[in-house]
């Protein structure tokens, strides 16, 4: 009777003795793939860190280069919506500077060179000398009040400039001057004004 007992005790501890260091192995098994993971961690976030900060930048790259093109394209649409009298002048005034050379009609200019490249620029055509202008049905006469910066003003027959303003015109005067503004005065003053047909509505 003593002995089956003894017995039964000993088969428990047996047991125990044989199934606690599996046990044990399993747990710390657990704990080092729990260690393993805890230390990923930290890089998978840095790494996931760095690639949202890569998507960021190249999304704002892209959306910088989106507003540039977007804002040329608006300075682009604007200077179209100016009348083409007002681009022509524009583009007579960066020859700022320029010499005088007789018959020139580019890096030089004479003065009806200047007003036929201005005008030329801007799609229109209307003669190459102020003769044939003043004979081009593509121009038509205007009062000095009525006449607007880009339209023509000529000194006789003979010479014709850009009208700049009540008191000055753009122009190429003479051998020996550049190209500049010149002032309107009792002595050196336009004889008629011409407007040039389709080169923008009147303001």
């Known amino acids: 009777m003593v002995l089956t007992f003894k017995r039964a005790l000993t088969i428990p501890f047996v047991t125990a003795v044989a199934v606690l260091p599996a046990l044990s192995a399993r747990q710390a098994a657990h704990a080092s793939a729990g260690q393993a993971a805890a230390a990923t961690a930290p890089a998978a ?41 007002l681009r022509a002048y524009i583009w007579a005034a960066h020859q700022r500077g320029k010499p005088y050379c007789w018959g020139g009609t580019s890096g030089c200019f004479d003065c009806s060179g200047l007003v036929m490249a201005a005008y030329w620029h801007v799609g229109l055509y209307f003669g190459r000398d102020t003769f044939q202008m003043l004979s ?68």
Do not use: C, N
């Open 45 to 85: 976030a840095v790494s996931t860190a760095a690639e949202d900060a890569s998507g960021s930048a190249a999304a704002g790259e892209t959306a910088a280069a989106r507003g540039t093109a977007a804002a040329h394209a608006a300075v682009a649409a604007s200077q179209y919506r100016r009348p083409r009298r």
């Open 136 to 203: 081009s049905t593509r121009i038509v006469r205007e009062s000095r009040r009525r006449a607007l910066k880009g339209d023509l003003a000529f000194y006789g027959s003979g010479h014709v400039e850009l009208v700049a303003g009540r008191r000055y015109t753009l122009g190429a005067l003479h051998s020996g001057t550049r190209i500049g503004w010149h002032r309107i005065s009792r002595w050196w003053h336009p004889t008629m004004y011409y407007r040039v047909r389709h080169s923008g509505r009147r303001y």
